[in-house]
């Protein structure tokens, strides 16, 4: 009697010890490791793509317009989410002039984007503005410049004309560390293309010569052959010498 009363305990008690046992054992399951998404280095044609739409899009600036420092900075964002952080996006920026700078808010007026716009084809013309700005009096002659009709006609003179050509010369002379700043700048978003081009390929050179670096230091200490490949020892070196007491 005895005996059924604890088979009969047991049949009554199983089901809720299973689902014990069964929740136990959920429980003690792992979860999965998420794996990390490592992004690779883009290549030359991805990071065209990301340049080249960027700047065809950028809002109320045609393509000889003057390029300020805030309007390419979402631009280090998107080469960044697409494997590529710009070394020298700091130098890159200062070579930008700022939003707030005086020639950009001038030349950002009606009147002054008019001018702009006029002075563009002219090989160095926002160049030209930029240093004229330079001397005491410049901010006042430069804006004279430009709300007097036909006042491109001397940026035109200044950048074309072997004579003007000189006369701003004699200018940049006069305001040497300036001048190497001006010379430095980037204007337009050709411009600005070519920078970036030209990071993404030292960045390459960069990236090249650390990973031949890493080849040369894992492989340092290791016998090759004539082909640069790793010797494969022979068993009889890899057998112990005889002691000379045997």
């Given at each position: 009697?005895?005996?059924?009363?604890?088979?009969?305990?047991?049949?009554?008690?199983?089901?809720?010890?299973?689902?014990?046992?069964?929740?136990?054992?959920?429980?003690?399951?792992?979860?999965?490791?998420?794996k990390e998404v490592i992004q690779s280095f883009?290549?030359?044609?991805?990071?065209?793509?990301?340049?080249?739409?960027y700047l065809d899009n950028l809002k109320d600036r045609e393509e000889t317009d003057l390029i300020s420092q805030d309007d390419i900075q979402p631009l280090f964002k998107q080469l960044e989410d697409i494997g590529w952080k710009v070394a020298d996006e700091r130098?890159?920026?200062?070579?930008?002039?700022?939003d707030k700078?005086?020639?950009?808010?001038?030349?950002?007026?009606?009147?002054?984007?008019?001018?702009?716009?006029?002075?563009?084809e002219f090989p160095g013309g926002y160049a030209q503005l930029d240093l004229m700005r330079q001397s005491s009096q410049g901010k006042k002659e430069v804006a004279g410049?430009?709300?007097t009709p036909g006042g491109e006609e001397l940026i035109e003179f200044l950048t074309t004309s072997p004579v003007g050509r000189n006369t701003s010369q004699k200018l940049a002379a006069q305001h040497r560390n300036k001048s190497k700043l001006v010379e430095d700048r980037l204007y337009t978003k050709d411009d600005i293309h070519k920078q970036f081009k030209l990071s993404y390929a030292a960045e390459v050179d960069r990236?090249?010569?650390?990973?031949?670096?890493?080849a040369r230091t894992s492989t340092k200490g290791k016998r090759t052959n004539s082909k640069g490949e790793p010797q494969q020892q022979s068993?009889?070196?890899s057998e112990p010498r005889p002691s000379r007491e045997e």
């Open positions: 009697m005895r005996y059924v009363v604890l088979a009969a305990v047991c049949l009554i008690f199983s089901p809720v010890l299973s689902m014990t046992v069964s929740a136990q054992s959920v429980k003690k399951v792992p979860l999965p490791h998420k883009p290549g030359p044609q991805q990071v065209e793509s990301v340049l080249t739409e130098e890159l920026k200062e070579r930008l002039l700022k700078d005086w020639l950009v808010t001038t030349l950002r007026t009606r009147t002054g984007t008019k001018f702009m716009r006029k002075i563009a410049i430009i709300t990236q090249t010569e650390q990973d031949a670096l890493s068993p009889a070196a």
